[in-house]
């Protein structure tokens, strides 16, 4: 009480005086500070640098100099700031101090929901969302950043409905344009399969033509492999990167292997044929990475990637014909790793060569075959040991073998001769 008594007998020397916030008391009396915000059961306020505190009870009303319905404390305005000038690991900083201080500040909490949409962290920020939600239901600003993560995730229906609500709790104008930007609701679109996010801006349109294609290679891939990742594999569109062929980049090969699919998409203002086989040769890895984790040779993964994306399997064989004859064919133990460092001529033979050998297993064993010996690496066996379990073959007869069909079809006349 003794506290309460000097904070309120200070209240004379502080009031009057031209600064950014209102603060009302029940007594009539007006108090003008620098930055004004609740914190448990006390409103706090900036004064010439001096931080003050008052009872809860004793106020009638605060009115924001910015006109803001709520009143952020410092940390959650710093966020807020540090998010804005594109600083987001800074912002999540300080919603987080914002919240350790008042666990239950929606305004700490939208923060703390901006900065991991930001991040990319989709999940966390739906849950942030939605606890500032459950704290004050029908907030236009968290059924927004509700919308936001949604959207960001592909779930577009869902996304949709969270921006009509806000809308209509009095959001402003750009919730509406967001709204606009999804669309109407386009049911054969699969978000179970599927989370797309955008790095760049958001090209919502480009975005479910990609999810249409990827829905209709995965029913393809599930039937021949015979499996299916557990989880949705989430997709980065690259927007503000021009759109190239990445999968025969080396360094390329080393980033798709963690499951997601990434591709720039700059330019592009609908799926075309490129774009759909990197977009298939892509999900292959995908596919491969949620059977076998990192246990997959880097030769089986982009054979296999070359592979599902379409065309004959063996339609590399003809030019590696007369590096066998050379005797210059790399080992396939040789290529387990990325192909980083590769030089673009070899990078180029190292891809001939893993369609080539992954095209003389289907020979050998056919589509089952293959999927025995995924089930293997999955299982964590060694590939030497996968390939003795899926096609009773060691490394070195499985080299020899697909060196042996390679040098016999060289000596085959063509069709022409």
């Not at 009396?29 to 306020?45: H, K, M, P, T, Y």
């Not at 759909?276 to 054979?303: D, I, K, M, Y």
Request: with cysteine; proline share 5%; net charge negative.
């Amino acid at each position: 009480m003794a506290r309460l008594f000097l904070v309120a007998a200070g209240l004379a020397a502080v009031a009057g005086s031209a600064a950014a916030d209102s603060i009302v008391l029940t007594t009539g009396r007006v108090i003008e500070a620098d930055q004004a915000w609740f914190e448990g059961s006390e409103l706090r306020f900036r004064r010439k640098g001096t931080v003050y505190a008052i009872p809860r009870s004793l106020v009638s009303r605060v009115s924001a100099a910015d006109g803001s319905a709520d009143l952020p404390d410092p940390d959650t305005r710093t966020s807020r700031e540090r998010l804005a000038a594109g600083d987001a690991a800074e912002a999540l900083r300080f919603a987080r101090l914002a919240l350790f201080r008042e666990p239950s500040s929606v305004p700490a909490l939208q923060a703390l929901a901006a900065a991991q949409i930001a991040l990319g962290d989709l999940t966390r920020g739906q849950e942030s969302a939605r606890a500032a939600l459950a704290l004050q239901a029908g907030n236009a600003r968290s059924l927004e950043l509700l919308g936001d993560a949604l959207a960001e995730g592909g779930d577009f229906a869902a996304a949709r409905e969270q921006y009509r609500l806000s809308v209509a709790a009095g959001a402003p104008p750009h919730v509406g344009q967001k709204l606009d930007a999804l669309g109407t609701s386009t049911g054969s679109v699969s978000s179970a399969r599927f989370r797309i996010r955008y790095d760049g801006a958001a090209d919502e349109p480009l975005g479910l033509a990609v999810l249409r294609f990827l829905d209709a290679a995965w029913g393809e891939y599930e039937r021949r492999l015979g499996f299916a990742p557990d989880e949705p594999v989430a997709v980065v569109l690259q927007t503000a990167t021009a759109f190239r062929d990445t999968t025969r980049a080396p360094d390329w090969a080393a980033a798709v292997n963690d499951g997601s699919i990434r591709v720039p998409v700059m330019g592009l203002d609908r799926p075309n044929a490129t774009l759909v086989r990197v977009l298939r040769h892509e999900l292959a890895h995908s596919f491969v990475a949620s059977r076998t984790g990192t246990n997959c040779p880097t030769w089986l993964q982009e054979g296999l990637a070359q592979w599902l994306e379409g065309g004959l399997p063996e339609r590399q064989d003809a030019a590696l014909a007369s590096r066998a004859r050379a005797g210059r064919l790399f080992r396939l133990e040789s290529l387990e790793t990325p192909f980083v460092g590769l030089s673009e001529a070899d990078a180029t033979v190292a891809y001939e060569e893993s369609l080539s050998a992954v095209a003389h297993l289907l020979r050998r064993g056919g589509e089952a075959g293959l999927r025995q010996l995924l089930g293997s690496l999955g299982k964590g066996l060694p590939v030497a040991d996968a390939l003795s379990a899926a096609f009773a073959l060691s490394y070195g007869e499985l080299q020899r073998e697909w060196e042996g069909h390679l040098l016999a079809a060289a000596e085959r006349p063509s069709p022409s001769s």
